[in-house]
T-cell receptor, first 112, second 117 residues
Framework: DSGVTQTPKHLITATGQRVTLRCSPR?????VYWYQQSLDQGLQFLIQ???????AKGNILERFSAQQFPDLHSELNLSSLELGDSALYFC???????????FGQGTRLTVV | GESVGLHLPTLSVQEGDNSIINCAYS??????FIWYKQESGKGPQFIID?????DKRQGQRVTVLLNKTVKHLSLQIAATQPGDSAVYFC????????????????FGQGTILTVHP
């Protein structure tokens, strides 16, 4: 158990819908990362937050947004969902930005 | 950090053999690297890390070697076991610059390690 909690574990929704994925980082970790992993693909970096502030953006679609709350948990919002958004979404947290990041078990999103 | 890449997408070994997984990076300013293992359906799991002031670091059955001259690192797994079968990623966390940290922890494509009994 990495200490990073992601909910829900599985999510099935229809195209055009909006979902929210939640991540609780390890206790004391200030940095949160979000990744997308499609079938047979590597980990695509989406966005990173540090102590409530956005620090870096990857190839995150405009339909996707995220935030980190004062209690340091983070949410990833995916809207106007398309079939191609079906993937595993991982959250990771780290104490600081350049220390090891620990991953949650992911949310498997299926868009039908 | 900038992009990292892996030389081989797959590696098959016999149980008990040693495995070597390679990774190249492009950002000469990178000063910290992490290896992760990802089993099917699970999140990546931290294996070992190394900072640029070191050439080698050893863990339990794993060794990471860093060659800054050619911007290459490798993960060596001794006496590979079936439970080592997974995808292995190297990652390149951002570096600190003047107290400000940059995000974008990027991963290579991954090497699929298959261990045959």
């Amino acid at each position: 158990d990495s200490g990073v909690t992601q909910t829900p574990k599985h999510l099935i929704t229809a195209t055009g819908q909006r979902v929210t994925l939640r991540c609780s980082p390890r206790s004391g970790d200030l940095s949160v990362y979000w990744y997308q992993q499609s079938l047979d693909q590597g980990l695509q970096f989406l966005i990173q937050y540090y102590n409530g502030e956005e620090r870096a953006k990857g190839n995150i679609l405009e339909r996707f947004s995220a935030q980190q709350f004062p209690d340091l948990h983070s949410e990833l919002n995916l809207s106007s969902l398309e079939l191609g958004d079906s993937a595993l979404y991982f959250c990771a947290s780290s104490r600081q930005v350049n220390t090891e990041a620990f991953f949650g078990q992911g949310t498997r999103l299926t868009v039908v | 950090g900038e992009s990292v890449g892996l030389h081989l997408p797959t590696l098959s070994v016999q149980e008990g053999d040693n495995s070597i997984i390679n990774c190249a990076y492009s950002n000469s300013a990178s000063d910290y690297f992490i290896w992760y293992k990802q089993e099917s359906g699970k999140g990546p799991q931290f294996i070992i890390d190394i900072r640029s002031n070191m050439d080698k670091r050893q863990g339990q059955r794993v060794t990471v070697l860093l060659n800054k001259t050619v911007k290459h690192l490798s993960l060596q797994i001794a006496a590979t076991q079936p439970g080592d079968s997974a995808v292995y990623f190297c990652a390149d966390p951002p570096f600190n610059a003047g107290g400000t940290s940059y995000g974008k922890l990027t991963f290579g494509q991954g090497t699929i390690l298959t261990v045959h009994p």
